[in-house]
């Protein structure tokens, strides 16, 4: 099966949501084309990104210096998030929401 034929496969079963069987010549053209290479430093950068999360959980349910109260350590005030959209639009007042939410609610007398 050629290279092209083979990236049509896969793209149709993508396209459609579902899985694909490969032949041993399909994986050997895979193989030839390193594809074993690319899945091996995924998986690699995967299983570095768990470890980190796991050391980072592990430090956090000790309390290492996450500010929590059986330590006795004061926690940080979070920094204000600013976008780039930060001060575009005016800020409002969420009490003339509401007014003209009843205003435009209240019913009117019909003559």
Not at 42 to 59: I, P, V, W
Not at 62 to 79: D, H, L, N, Q, R
Not at 87 to 95: C, L, V
Request: charged share 25%; glycine share 8%.
């Amino acid at each position: 099966m050629s290279i092209l034929k083979l990236d049509r496969k896969i793209s149709t079963a993508l396209d459609t949501g579902r899985g694909l069987q490969l032949s041993a010549q399909e994986l050997a053209d895979l193989a030839t084309g390193g594809m074993l290479d690319i899945v091996a430093k995924l998986k690699n950068d995967f299983l570095k990104e768990r470890m980190q999360c796991r050391g980072t959980r592990a430090a956090s349910i000790s309390g290492a210096a996450s500010g929590s109260i059986s330590t006795g350590a004061e926690m940080a005030k979070p920094e204000a998030r600013t976008t780039i959209f930060s001060d575009t639009a005016p800020k409002r007042d969420g009490s003339l929401a509401l007014q003209h939410a009843r205003a435009t609610l209240k019913p009117r007398s019909v003559r």
